[in-house]
């Protein structure tokens, strides 16, 4: 079983920064894909950002430039650094992983989910 568990949210205003983590616990050793999902209100959960045990990375189109996707293997960390945020945002974000090589956004394969962590960016 694997345990994950994000922070780091907050609010901020438009144009600002918040570093997301989330620490990953119990049998890891099979994790390869770690990705970041989040839900805005009234919206469905969408992809974020996604990295493997190569750190080969994928980003939605939204927030490439801006957000950068690592992980820290030796801590078993997780982590979202999100630059010129903007209102848009807002939405509640995952943190999610699998065993498997194929590090996208298809909801389906990741089988662990962190609660989540709020993020609220202002005008």
């Known amino acids: 079983q694997v345990q994950l568990v994000e922070s780091g949210g907050g609010s901020v205003q438009a144009g600002g920064t918040l570093r997301l983590s989330c620490a990953a616990s119990g049998y890891t050793l099979g994790i390869n894909c770690m990705a970041w999902f989040r839900r805005a209100p009234g919206k469905e959960r969408e992809g974020v950002a996604a990295?493997?045990?190569?750190?080969?990375?994928t980003y939605a189109d939204s927030v490439k430039g801006r957000f950068t996707i690592s992980r820290d293997n030796a801590k078993n960390t997780l982590y979202l650094q999100m630059n010129s945020l903007k209102p848009e945002d807002t939405a509640m974000y995952y943190c999610?992983?699998?065993?498997?090589?194929?590090?996208?956004?298809?909801?389906?394969?990741?089988?662990?989910w962190g609660q989540g962590t709020q993020v609220t960016v202002s005008s």
């Open positions: 990295t493997g045990t190569d750190a080969t990375t």
């Open positions: 999610a992983g699998r065993e498997g090589t194929y590090c996208a956004f298809q909801q389906s394969f990741y089988p662990y």
